[in-house]
């Protein structure tokens, strides 16, 4: 079964760090870029972060830019993203994502969807 | 950045009719353009890409059109299921979503 399911959210105090994952199965993990995606309670979606299929580049939101970090292990099949320094700005649920085609480097359209980890940042 | 703005923020339509959404860029973003729907409690899931091309699955009473900076997604025939959140959303880094129009019954 092709998926993508996060874990690692929770309650985290301002200004303390979460580490979010993503669990990928159903597909060759290391021949698409992921991304994660973010909505915070009742509103919008927010693109976040993005890595290359290879892990080669990274691209974050400038929201996020410097605090956040996102990584991969191809040979686990899995996607990090390493959040510190953390604000209420940033609770959300945040849904870990699939580009729609292999090996893209120059657009991206989100295929496959997680079930989504809600953050909250409250002290 | 490229802003993306969507039109209504709301819509009311009877089930069995047609509803048309409005996606404006701030630039023009060629015809990389795609569209989601958001059920409530349920992640998002692509409908259409590159304005005009349906995802895999997707019925044919979805359809987009569009160019440039002016983008348009028509659902026709609505069924219960429709009744949603869309988002439309450019495909260059750094990406960008629409505010989304909330589909209702009327």
């Known amino acids: 079964q092709v998926q993508l399911v996060e874990s690692g959210g929770g309650v985290v105090q301002p200004g303390r760090s979460l580490r979010l994952s993503c669990a990928a199965s159903?597909?060759?993990?290391?021949?698409?870029?992921l991304h994660w995606v973010r909505q915070a309670p009742g509103k919008g979606l927010e693109w976040v972060a993005g890595i290359l299929y290879d892990g080669s580049k990274k691209y974050y939101a400038d929201t996020v830019q410097g605090r956040f970090t996102i990584s991969r292990d191809n040979s686990r099949n899995t996607l990090d993203l390493q959040m510190n320094s953390l604000t209420a700005g940033d609770t959300a649920v945040y849904f870990c994502?699939?580009?729609?085609?292999?090996?893209?480097?120059?657009?991206?359209?989100?295929?496959?969807w997680g079930q989504g980890a809600l953050v909250t940042v409250s002290s | 950045e490229i802003v993306l703005t969507q039109s209504p923020a709301t819509l009311s339509v009877s089930p069995g009719e047609r509803a048309v959404l409005s996606c404006r860029a701030s630039q023009s973003v060629r015809t990389y353009l795609a569209w989601y729907r958001q059920k409530p409690g349920q992640s998002p899931m692509l409908l259409i890409y590159d304005a005009s091309s349906r995802a895999t699955g997707i019925p044919a009473r979805f359809s987009g059109s569009g160019s440039g900076t002016d983008f348009t997604l028509t659902i026709n025939d609505l069924e219960p299921e429709d009744f949603a959140v869309y988002y439309c959303?450019?495909?260059?880094?750094?990406?960008?979503f629409g505010q989304g129009t909330r589909l209702e019954i009327k």
């Open positions: 159903g597909f060759t993990f290391s021949r698409f870029t």
């Open positions: 994502t699939r580009d729609l085609e292999k090996y893209d480097t120059s657009g991206h359209y989100f295929g496959l």
């Open positions: 959303q450019h495909r260059y880094i750094p990406i960008t």
